[in-house]
């Protein structure tokens, strides 16, 4: 199995920055693609950033500029620095992995439970 976990959310003013983690752990082969996608309320999911194994990355253009997303492929660790926050940046963020598993051919995605940014003055 494989577990995903997000942490480092919480409520920031505007202008203000936050560092989200989001760690990979078990049975993992390889992983992918590691990406953040954000949902606020009465919102559709939507992808915020991604970044490739071979270090690609793409981001929504809403977040260019002010979001950098990193990982530490020793640690299956993924990173979304935010800078410059806005109250529309205000959702829920959650983590996902596309990854090979140990002794299973193919992809699998999975997703963190989330982890809640909250911008506001």
């Known amino acids: 199995q494989v577990q995903v976990v997000e942490s480092g959310g919480g409520l920031v003013q505007p202008g203000g920055s936050l560092r989200l983690s989001c760690a990979a752990s078990?049975?993992?082969?390889?992983?992918?693609?590691s990406g953040w996608y954000r949902q606020a309320p009465g919102k559709e999911r939507e992808l915020v950033a991604r970044i490739h194994s071979g270090g690609t990355t793409n981001y929504a253009d809403s977040v260019k500029g002010r979001f950098t997303i990193s990982r530490d492929n020793a640690k299956n660790t993924v990173y979304l620095q935010m800078n410059s926050l806005k109250p529309e940046d205000t959702a829920v963020y959650y983590c996902?992995?596309?990854?090979?598993?140990?002794?299973?051919?193919?992809?699998?995605?999975?997703w963190g439970q989330g982890t809640q940014v909250t911008v506001s003055s």
């Open positions: 078990g049975s993992i082969f390889r992983i992918n693609v």
């Open positions: 996902t992995a596309r990854l090979v598993r140990t002794g299973v051919f193919g992809e699998s995605d999975w």
